[in-house]
């Protein structure tokens, strides 16, 4: 399985970014998908995540605030992040998660900076 994540920047507090993490290989294989974030000197830690029966988990920092999705194929996660804030700058990373074996696949990050 090969992820690839896309859409971080650079954005002001208040605004709104969506992330996509492309998703690739052996799809059939997977039930979650999520994000994950690590900012400088912190562990990384859960964002969120949605499962093949459109089951989502948030963290509670971003409820309210963030909202992952999936297409049909699962070929495409994305989150789409409003309201942001300074503390959620951070590299965001996505993560799958098979069915069977519970093995991960990770993603490179992408770079989100929510800054004035």
């Known amino acids: 399985v090969q992820l690839q994540a896309s859409g971080g920047g650079l954005v002001q507090p208040g605004g709104s970014l969506t992330l996509s993490c492309a998703v690739s290989?052996?799809?059939?294989?997977?039930?979650?998908i999520g994000w994950h974030r690590q900012a400088p000197g912190k562990a990384r830690e859960f964002v969120a995540a949605?499962?093949?029966?459109?089951?989502?988990n948030y963290a509670d920092s971003v409820k309210g605030r963030f909202t992952i999705s999936k297409d049909t194929a699962w070929s495409t996660v994305s989150l789409q992040m409003n309201d942001l804030k300074p503390e959620d700058s951070a590299v965001y990373y996505c993560?799958?998660?098979?069915?069977?074996?519970?093995?991960?696949?990770w993603g490179q990050g992408t770079q989100v900076t929510v800054s004035s």
């Open positions: 993560k799958a998660r098979a069915a069977v074996t519970f093995e991960g696949f």
């Open positions: 290989g052996n799809i059939d294989s997977i039930n979650t």
């Open positions: 949605i499962t093949r029966g459109i089951i989502r």
